[in-house]
T-cell receptor, first 111, second 119 residues
Framework: SQQGEEDPQALSIQEGENATMNCSYK?????LQWYRQNSGRGLVHLIL?????REKHSGRLRVTLDTSKKSSSLLITASRAADTASYFC???????????FGAGTRLFVKA | EAGVAQSPRYKIIEKRQSVAFWCNPI?????LYWYQQILGQGPKLLIQ????????DSQLPKDRFSAERLKGVDSTLKIQPAKLEDSAVYLC?????????????????FGQGTRLTVV
């Protein structure tokens, strides 16, 4: 399969803790994106990291990309109850046009 | 800036009936996507338009699903006839995307989706 695969499938943490989610893929990519989806709503773009980048930050989010291992991680620091959502990685395959989503990690942050 | 608009938000139909969804992307966005998201799964791309041309429809069940994007702006997705397994949320998204040697801006903006229940 060309899609990204997130790990773990589900994660439950206490408010204030850090949450780490991983994404692995099998093909060469142009970029990798992370999205958040709150229950019953559309997806919201969080961050995009290009294949020639290794790390990006946005607020409490830190994304790393290791193209040699074909993997990425999303770190949410100092989590809040409002971070409870599903998180998806999506890959744009090199030379391709479509962005393919993984199955997602369901994060639950307990207050 | 207005976001991606979709309608209706919810739809319940009986199997073998037909249904249509509408999407109005963000103004100026050349690329429009229709995704199907079954409960508990990630979005699956059904069809992708670049302006009014189809870029990818490899996962669109063409015997029952059809989509069009007339004039390269809004789009409709139709299912005829519907099956029970079509129950899902149908998400429309758009992105700016510059072609040629321009920067490929693929950040996608999603609508709220249409939740379809086939009974």
């Amino acid at each position: 399969s060309q899609q990204g695969e997130e790990d773990p499938q589900a994660l439950s943490i206490q408010e204030g803790e850090n949450a780490t989610m991983n994404c692995s893929y099998k093909t060469s990519i142009n970029n990798l994106q992370w999205y958040r989806q709150n229950s019953g709503r559309g997806l919201v773009h969080l961050i995009l990291i290009r294949s020639n980048e290794r790390e990006k930050h946005s607020g409490r989010l830190r994304v790393t990309l290791d193209t040699s291992k074909k993997s990425s991680s999303l770190l949410i620091t100092a989590s809040r109850a409002a971070d409870t959502a599903s998180y998806f990685c999506a890959i744009l395959i090199t030379g391709g046009f479509k962005t393919i989503f993984g199955a997602g990690t369901r994060l639950f942050v307990k207050a | 800036e207005a976001g991606v608009a979709q309608s209706p938000r919810y739809k319940i139909i009986e199997k073998r009936q037909s249904v249509a969804f509408w999407c109005n992307p963000i103004s100026g966005h050349a690329t429009l996507y229709w995704y199907q998201q079954i409960l508990g799964q990630g979005p699956k791309l059904l069809i992708q338009f670049q302006n009014n041309g189809v870029v990818d429809d490899s996962q669109l069940p063409k015997d029952r699903f059809s989509a069009e994007r007339l004039k390269g702006v809004d789009s409709t997705l139709k299912i005829q006839p519907a099956k029970l397994e079509d129950s899902a949320v149908y998400l429309c998204a758009s992105s700016l995307r510059k072609g040629g040697t321009g920067i490929m801006n693929t950040e996608a903006f999603f609508g709220q989706g249409t939740r379809l229940t086939v009974v």
